[in-house]
């Protein structure tokens, strides 16, 4: 039997546009033994994100990028096969931050890597439901941030993904009106008729603008944003007086190589005196095992409903990568190594 071995990616250019895959390279070595204060893990699960693709280029952004010649950075799930660390043993399962590699060695802080206590549900879920990029960016951005109250109107935009999920049944269990933004009927009807979002609307087909009109006749009053450009404008220019917008995202510009158009409506944020804020869901790292012991909570009554979308091989990471950025994609995408 061959012994495994270790394989991975590492950022060779910064992409221009779309990711290419000569932007990367697909190495393979040995699998290393763990050396004094070491573990040696065996991904089961890599979990692709937008910031996947911020990460490779090198605008001003909210951590360093990726060094070219560096394993592709990512979150992860995995398991300890090999430790030489007194607090870790065979068999523990991990998440962490060790990127597109199949059988990292190294010490827990160089993975970015901490054991999971045992979770009363899926292990995905660590990713999809309570994991950073998930549940603890829906939770603190939506209730931290744009602190919603009952009756209030919010919306939504990348509705259907893994944080616009999770942020429109929050503010739903919340006691607000909710309205989704996203691409295709099949992602509308998924979140009106499965998730309970008031109403839906699919930018690919319909005036955006109108359909807000339409949808949110007394206007809105949070704007948890993850989009940008012209579906921004369209919701800013129809934000209520003190409305909140929680600046989370802005995945029209990932790709892009020209000057994004928009948004252009930043007068409404004088005109209605908005409060626009933007945050990083590891501002709130501290807090974490309150936002996972509530969304257990809601999730076990069965109060939020997770869809994932997983995939299936390791040398497919490159091409999901650029059909979650497509929107080729529902739920949260993750890939089993
Ligand atoms: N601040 C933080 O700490 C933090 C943490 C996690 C994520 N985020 C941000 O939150 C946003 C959503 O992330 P996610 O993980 O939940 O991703 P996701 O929604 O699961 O996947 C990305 C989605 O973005 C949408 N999209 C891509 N290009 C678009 C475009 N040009 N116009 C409109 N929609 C477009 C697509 O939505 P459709 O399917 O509807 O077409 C696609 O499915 C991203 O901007 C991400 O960077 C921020």
Known sequence: MTSPRNRYYTLESRPVGELKDSDLARREAPVRAPERGEIQLRTRWISLDPTNRIWMSDMPQYMPPIELGDVVRALTLGVVERSAHPDYAEGDLVTGAWGWATHPTGTPEALGAFKLPALPIPETQALSLIGATSGMTAYFGLLE?????????????????????????????????????????????????????????????????????????????????????????????????????????????????DKVPGPYAFGMILMRRLRVQGFICTDYAARFPEAIGELLGWAGAGKLKIREDLREGFDNLPESLRQLLRGEKLGKMLLRV
């Not at 990348?158 to 429109?168: D, E, H, I, M, R």
């Not at 009927?185 to 609307?201: H, M």
């Open 145 to 257: 941030v744009a602190r919603p109250k009952a009756g209030e109107t919010l919306v939504v935009d990348a509705a259907s993904g893994s944080v616009g999920a999770l942020v429109g049944q929050l503010a739903k269990i919340k006691g607000l009106r909710v309205i989704g933004i996203t691409g295709g009927r099949e992602k509308c009807e998924y979140i009106t008729d499965e998730l309970g979002f008031d109403g839906a609307v699919d930018y690919k087909s319909e005036d955006v603008g109108a359909a807000l009109d339409r949808l949110c006749p007394d206007g809105i009053d949070v704007c948890f944003e993850n989009v940008g450009g012209s579906i921004f404008d369209a919701i800013l220019l129809r934000m209520n007086l003190y409305g909140r917008v929680a600046l989370c995202g802005m995945i029209e510009s990932y790709n892009a190589q």
